[in-house]
């Protein structure tokens, strides 16, 4: 071979490699261009926001952040769903809290003798008279859920007066409430007061059953609510706009529930009327902790029980009486 020729086969293998290896890297870095893509459009489109209620595929919850590659979903039962923004971008996303109207589906107990003129008024109460329904125009159709026979002889005291009146926290999202509709919500349990320890590599929360010095561990309200942030710098304040981004909060948290589209439980004051149900449910953190001051390493009083719903909460309520 000539030397002409040699140096053509070696530029000829030269151009051969650069092309196979532009191909390589082009292969490579579209799955990082698409995700910034798709960070990009959901920037500029915004077809949500941090907070709002989404579902998409098959997860469904609250955007907690929103970053350049990717996302974070709160769901329902608190897990965390972290998504590439290029598979949100090419989704079909259900965007909850952008409805203009909520399809409720009420269920009125009413006694077998119950009259066709008692039937008229309550479902003119529910249809007509009620100020968040909607009137006039299609309603969609659903079919009927199939319910159990009712007793032939049903206590008196399982039917009480119809309320046809939506409880606030029912009524509006967090960001509607009133200041003192806001405070309300917090149902007394104490175990937002509890220190947590955040670990360093893992990011995960560990609680622990150590109480903030302002807590009082008997009523389990704070002592000097309205000067905490003054005494204790690093306490946090909720906000509607912080409720979907902290990954500490209770299971029972009211706040947290609400957010998520959920009801209040039956031991929630707002409920039973009474303060006293938190503590009867085994929510509250009412004998349960030791003083800030008395704890000593935090490491020794790490506990797993404020991350959960007691057995108490989720059952006794099948027990109530409907009002």
Known sequence: MSPQGGLFEARRSLVAGLGAGGIAVALASRSTVETQFGGVSIFVDRPFRVGDSIRFQAAHGIVGSIGSRSMRIRGPHGTLTTAPNAGIAKAHVTNLSMRSRFLFDHRVVLPPATGKAEVARVLAALLVGHPVVVKGGRIPWAPPARHPRLPRAPPPAL?????????????????????????????????????????????????????????????????????????????????????????????TCAYRLVGEGQDLPWWHPLVSGRA?????????????????????DFEDHIVTWPGRSPARARTHGKTRKAG
């Open 159 to 251: 039917y009480g007066r119809v309320n046809t009146a939506l409880p606030f926290w029912r009524a509006k999202t967090l960001d509607a409430m009133t200041r003192a509709e806001w405070e309300s919500l917090c149902d007394g349990c104490g175990r937002c007061c509890l220190h947590k320890l955040r670990d360093d590599d893992t990011d995960r929360i560990a609680f622990t059953n150590i109480a903030c010095r302002l807590l009082d561990a008997d009523t389990c309200r704070c002592k000097d609510y309205a000067n905490r942030k003054r005494r204790v710098p690093d306490c946090v304040k909720l906000t509607p706009a912080r409720i979907a981004a902290i990954d500490w909060l209770p299971p």
């Open 276 to 296: 006293e149900t938190v503590h009867e449910a085994g929510v509250s953190v009412r004998g349960r902790v030791v003083a800030e001051r008395e704890a000593g």
